[in-house]
């Protein structure tokens, strides 16, 4: 009667077979923090082009009008005290129509679907630099992060998708064997993935925390209450802007002797 022997696995097998268990765990939860990062980085940046399209331009028109009732001031007065706050609010101006301008600003409403969540997710777990074996495979991982993010932020499922193919068909997908070698690469890979959760988490920490995010917050409880947060701080500014336009057109017809 034949009886079939299973080998037992050695110390060193058992725990590499261990480790990568814990390192699966860890790719997935690492997946779901980058998701989340890049998720409220992106939410943040349209939100922040809305801002900038509705309150923003506001901002930057009220400076401008005190920018030149600055001047007009200055041109009067002939101080060099007046000349400096002239200098200074028109600098200011010039920086509050830039920043309502920029590129920022033509940032448009981020709405993932969960098709793209799914393959973000997905993309992230096989390119993660942190999952990296050496640095010529971290730089290629790392470019390849860029490209997924870029991706992501502007909802190109596509380029996710042919992103994940080319995984697939690069030689570097083959990897090679050897138990001690691997328990090594296993354990750098465990911890440069623990030590990124943890800077995800700080970073998400400190974007929650941030004068943007509170304000979003406050945009995102507002329209629960029936409310329009950013047409109420547009409503407000626009109030100033044409007080402040008043008091130009007053101060260049004391000018005029009109």
């Known amino acids: 009667m034949k009886t079939d022997l ?7 097998e058992e725990e ?5 268990e814990e390192l699966a ?3 997935s939860q690492l997946a779901d923090q980058e998701l989340l990062l890049a998720s409220l980085k992106a939410e943040l940046a349209a939100f922040e082009g809305l801002y900038l399209r509705r ?15 600055a001047e007009l ?20 101006a010039e920086e509050a129509y830039s ?45 390849l992060m860029k490209e997924v993010n870029a991706a992501y932020a502007t909802g190109d499922e596509g380029a996710l998708r042919r992103i994940l193919a080319g995984l697939d068909a690069s030689p570097h997908a083959v990897q090679g064997s050897g138990i001690g070698a691997d328990l090594i690469r296993v354990l750098r890979q465990l911890k440069q993935l623990r030590d990124r959760i943890a800077a995800i988490e700080s970073e998400i920490a400190g974007l929650s925390e941030a004068d943007l995010a509170k304000l979003k917050a406050k945009a995102d409880l507002a329209v629960t209450e029936g409310r329009d947060l950013l047409a ?13 336009r008043q008091r130009v057109e007053k101060k260049s017809d004391e000018g005029t002797g009109k």
């Open 6 to 12: 299973v080998r037992r696995l050695t110390p060193e």
């Open 16 to 20: 590499l077979a261990a480790k990568r």
């Open 25 to 27: 765990r860890l790719e």
């Open 55 to 69: 309150v923003g331009v506001l901002y930057a028109e009220l400076d401008e009008w005190n920018a030149l009732l």
């Open 73 to 92: 001031r200055a041109e009067q007065a002939g101080t060099p005290e007046a000349k400096a706050e002239a200098g200074e609010a028109r600098a200011q």
């Open 99 to 143: 920043a309502a301008h920029g590129e920022a600003a033509n940032v448009q409403p981020f709405t993932p679907s969960p098709g793209l969540k799914k393959l973000y997710r997905e993309a992230a777990k096989r390119v993660h630099p942190d999952t990296a074996t050496d640095e010529a495979d971290r730089a290629r991982r790392e470019r």
């Open 232 to 244: 109420e701080m547009a409503a407000n500014i626009q109030g100033r802007v044409n007080v402040a």
